[in-house]
T-cell receptor, first 109, second 114 residues
Framework: GQNIDQPTEMTATEGAIVQINCTYQ??????LFWYQQHAGEAPTFLSY??LDGLEEKGRFSSFLSRSKGYSYLLLKELQMKDSASYLC??????????WGAGTKLIIKP | DADVTQTPRNRITKTGKRIMLECSQT?????MYWYRQDPGLGLRLIYY???????NKGEISDGYSVSRQAQAKFSLSLESAIPNQTALYFC?????????????FGPGTRLTVL
């Protein structure tokens, strides 16, 4: 079966750095996405990785290791508005997105 | 103005009723999707459409049907609603013209079936 694993919840402090991990087992791989979702709102696109390595976009970076079936999202200089759920999704061999359950990130002052 | 809109935003209905959720987009995308989201679970694909004449079942299509009325409109119907269809429903679109094929989501419809 296909599976995406990520921690259910994480807590971090304003101004700090947090790393949210995602491991996956899917039938084929055509890229990995990270989305941000505030409570009760739509998921919004953050990043896409298809090759191994780090992609940096402002305060957010995403890393991929295809051989390990592993990705992480790194958030720097945390702000209160970063409190949200972060969803990891993998595009499988049929070009369909397989979604993780999401990681709820709580930021404390 | 929002690129992907959904109506209604909230709906409470009773078991056995037929209801329709509507999605419209102004992004000019060919591909449209319907997902449901339940607490503690990932988004699950109900149906998807790669163009007006192409409709495909997703992971959990039982109890649902769809209609692609135009490139910009994709409707989801629950023929006879049941309580375990209570969930947050999202419509999404993608261009299908690049390797990334990023999906863009509407604001969601919160459906409660009593």
């Amino acid at each position: 079966g296909q599976n995406i694993d990520q921690p259910t919840e994480m807590t971090a402090t304003e101004g700090a750095i947090v790393q949210i991990n995602c491991t996956y087992q899917t039938s084929g791989f055509n890229g990995l996405f990270w989305y941000q979702q505030h409570a009760g709102e739509a998921p919004t696109f953050l990043s896409y990785n298809v090759l191994d390595g780090l992609e940096e976009k402002g305060r957010f970076s995403s890393f991929l290791s295809r051989s390990k079936g592993y990705s992480y999202l790194l958030l720097k200089e945390l702000q209160m508005k970063d409190s949200a759920s972060y969803l990891c999704a993998v595009m499988d061999s049929n070009y369909q997105l397989i979604w993780g359950a999401g990681t709820k990130l709580i930021i404390k002052p | 103005d929002a690129d992907v809109t959904q109506t209604p935003r909230n709906r409470i209905t009773k078991t056995g009723k037929r209801i329709m959720l509507e999605c419209s987009q102004t992004k000019g995308h060919d591909r449209m999707y319907w997902y449901r989201q339940d607490p503690g679970l990932g988004l699950r694909l109900i149906y998807y459409s790669f163009d007006v004449k192409d409709i495909n079942k997703g992971e959990i299509s039982d109890g649902y049907s769809v209609s692609r009325q135009a490139q910009a409109k994709f409707s989801l119907s629950l023929e006879s609603a049941i309580p375990n269809q209570t969930a947050l429903y999202f419509c999404a679109t993608s261009a299908g013209t690049s390797d990334t094929d990023t999906q863009y989501f509407g604001p969601g419809t919160r459906l409660t079936v009593l």
